[in-house]
């Protein structure tokens, strides 16, 4: 199994555009969500998603949408970055157990945006 | 903020030599769990620890829980180069997953 992939690795945006970060996983986890890191801070939850057709806020989920039309795939979009968006971003899955299980993290998209 | 706080935030250590890392908590939790990042990887789970539990352990790690203190350590014995690397604790409660801001760990040859 790959786990789960991020894709790109790295990104530099300018203010006001968009783009949208991929995430996968090929485990058929129930559970998606993403996170952003930021110096000298601990992960924040953006989105989440328990299942396909399903999603959910987290705790700064502005400027963010997300989507799960299937059960691999749950991309992050930018509608229209601005600098305080610039972070590393870390996309995890589980399963069923949800927040209350281990968590699979990707390697990252590191997002700079101009 | 619910986040957690781990103390210290930085510890440098020599190989062979135990590490303990504290984390603190402000809710009731469900659960804790504890994460390792190497230097611009992605996080790994290292153990997760309920809140009926009061210790666990895994290999070289163990990990204590009180829960009316709110508050756990993580303990690395005889410590190794490749233990380098930021450490996390996350608190699980409700239906969220809430991250430390993690200590920093080097270990020195």
């Known amino acids: 199994n790959a786990g789960v992939t991020q894709t790109p690795k790295f990104q530099v945006l300018k203010t006001g555009q968009s783009m949208t970060l991929q995430c996968a996983q090929d485990m058929n986890h129930e559970y998606m969500s993403w996170y952003r890191q930021d110096p000298g801070m601990g992960l924040r939850l953006i989105h989440y998603?328990?299942?396909?057709?399903?999603?959910d806020q987290g705790e700064v989920p502005n400027g963010y949408n997300v989507s799960r039309s299937t059960t691999e795939d749950f991309p992050l979009r930018l509608l229209s970055a601005a600098p305080s968006q610039t972070s590393v971003y870390f996309c995890?899955?589980?399963?069923?157990?949800?927040?209350?299980?281990?968590?699979?993290f990707g390697p990252g998209t590191r997002l700079t945006v101009l | 903020s619910q986040q957690g706080e781990e103390d210290p935030q930085a510890l440098s250590i020599q190989e062979g030599e135990n590490a303990t890392m504290n984390c603190s908590y402000k809710t009731s939790i469900n659960n804790l769990q504890w994460y390792r990042q190497n230097s611009g990887r992605g996080l790994v789970h290292l153990i997760l620890?309920?809140?009926?539990?009061r210790e666990k352990h895994s290999g070289r790690l163990r990990v204590t829980l009180d829960t009316s203190k709110k508050s756990s350590s993580l303990l690395i014995t005889a410590s190794r180069a490749a233990d380098t690397a930021s450490y996390f604790c996350?608190?699980?409660?409700?239906?969220?997953?809430?991250f430390g801001e993690g200590t920093q760990l080097t270990v020195n040859p």
């Open positions: 995890a899955s589980t399963f069923s157990g949800g927040f209350f299980s281990e968590q699979f």
């Open positions: 620890i309920r809140s009926n539990e």
């Open positions: 998603s328990v299942g396909a057709g399903i999603t």
């Open positions: 996350a608190e699980t409660s409700g239906s969220r997953l809430t």
